[in-house]
Nanobody
Framework: QVQLVESGGGLVQPGGSLRLSCVAS???????????IAWFRQAPGREREGVLC????????YYADSVEGRFTISRDNAKNTVYLQMNSLKPEDTAVYYC??????????????????WGQGTQVTVSS
């Protein structure tokens, strides 16, 4: 079983930056190297939406139009940790952010059922 734990959420002013972390753990010898990692978000009253996904293997990143140029993903495989760097934040970025893992991804907006593992989420609020 793989567990994902997000952290780093909080309150930030519009135009500011925030970095979220997603730490993965699992069976002996587990490594994130072989997993595609996605970040999703869910705002109040809205469906969960895919923000971006980094595929396993070739490290291609697929972005939602709403975040391209502002958000990016990086990994520290030695720490089994994935980061979501969010810059130029807007009030409409306010949501609970989730990381998810799957064997692969081909776009940013796969349905939730595509992913095998999910974190519990971390709240991001963008407000002055």
């Amino acid at each position: 079983q793989v567990q994902l734990v997000e952290s780093g959420g909080g309150l930030v002013q519009p135009g500011g930056s925030l970095r979220l972390s997603c730490v993965a753990s699992g069976f002996t010898g587990f490594t994130l190297d072989y997993y595609a990692i996605a970040w999703f978000r869910q705002a109040p009253g809205r469906e969960r939406e895919g923000v971006l996904c980094e595929s396993s293997g070739d490290d291609t990143i697929y972005y939602a139009d709403s975040v391209e140029g502002r958000f990016t993903i990086s990994r520290d495989n030695a720490k089994n940790t994935v980061y979501l760097q969010m810059n130029s934040l807007k009030p409409e970025d306010t949501a609970v952010y989730y990381c998810a893992a799957a064997s692969m991804c081909l776009r940013s907006d796969h349905p939730e059922s595509w992913y095998d593992y999910w974190g519990q989420g971390t709240q991001v609020t963008v407000s002055s």
